[in-house]
């Protein structure tokens, strides 16, 4: 099956050598191609769906351009910037597609280096940001730290956005980490956040943290009947009884233990 389409700017310029990938799910399905555009901003991609649902997502951020993601959803050469819209393709067996259509809005960045108190850098540590407000704004976009500790976020919209970091959210074969997590300007708690500004087209650099060492809490989650372990509970640390900054989170084990950096 090959699927086609056009990458065009919002003025209508072709974008070249952009990345569009196509997905069994959106919002974290399974990868099944990619391919680049070309100098006209066009690109053909094979893939084999078998009876499964395709989506298609065209990545700026996988290259670090200066436009924002966007998902096919259905309408004429436009796609949404959220996965939650995102259309499945209900290709038909050996049905090639044509005009899987995107227009792409410009975006800025942001970069910098995460340090620990001792001024090493941190590998592997996830930074994301957020929209509105840093107490539980729209997630925006994230990256993890290179052996550097540099990061970069690119598809963020123009004005304020918030930065955190999330040392346990690290990939499926690394350890998680145990730092204490902060916001942007070196804040605990998300009420003393700093906002960053974005310009498009520009990357806002020399925004930076520096992460202590965390404690480490442990503990168990039994049924109150049976006393056996309960799996996959969600235990959080957070600095208030009622709607508290989250600083930690974990889940528990088979046994029904828990390990929060």
Avoid at 55 to 76: L, P, S
Avoid at 78 to 107: H, K, M, W, Y
Avoid at 119 to 131: Q, T
Wanted: one cysteine or more; hydrophobic letters at 35%.
């Amino acid at each position: 099956v090959t699927l086609s389409g056009t990458v065009l700017d919002a003025g209508g310029k072709a974008v070249q050598d952009l990345i569009v990938n196509a997905y069994d799910g959106a919002c974290g399905g399974g990868h099944l191609n990619g391919v680049r555009t070309d100098a006209q901003g066009n690109y053909f991609m094979e893939i084999s769906p078998g009876d499964g649902p395709v989506y298609v997502e065209a990545c700026a951020t996988c290259d670090n351009d200066f436009f924002i993601n966007k998902w096919w959803d259905g309408a004429a050469g436009s796609g949404s910037p959220d996965c939650n819209n995102a259309q499945d393709l209900n290709l038909l067996r050996d049905e090639d597609r044509t005009g899987i259509d995107f227009v792409l809005d410009p975006s800025g960045g942001v970069s910098g280096v995460v340090k620990d108190s001792a001024g090493n850098f941190l590998h592997n540590i996830h930074v994301f940001a957020m929209a509105n407000t840093g107490c539980g704004g729209t997630w925006l976009a994230g990256t993890n730290t290179d052996s550097n500790g540099s990061y970069v976020l690119t598809g963020l919209p123009e004005g304020d956005v918030y930065l955190r970091t999330c040392a346990e959210c690290t990939p499926h074969d690394v350890a998680p980490q145990n730092f204490v997590n902060k916001y942007f300007d070196n804040a605990l708690d998300c009420n003393d956040a700093d906002s960053v500004s974005v310009s498009l087209n520009t990357m806002t650099q020399n925004q930076d943290f520096v992460l202590e060492p965390g404690a480490t809490l442990t503990g168990r989650i039994v049924d109150q009947v049976t006393d056996t372990g309960i799996e996959n509970v969600h235990v959080y640390v957070i600095s208030d009884q009622c709607n508290g900054t989250q600083y930690s989170q974990a889940d528990t084990d088979s046994e029904g233990y828990f390990e929060i950096p």
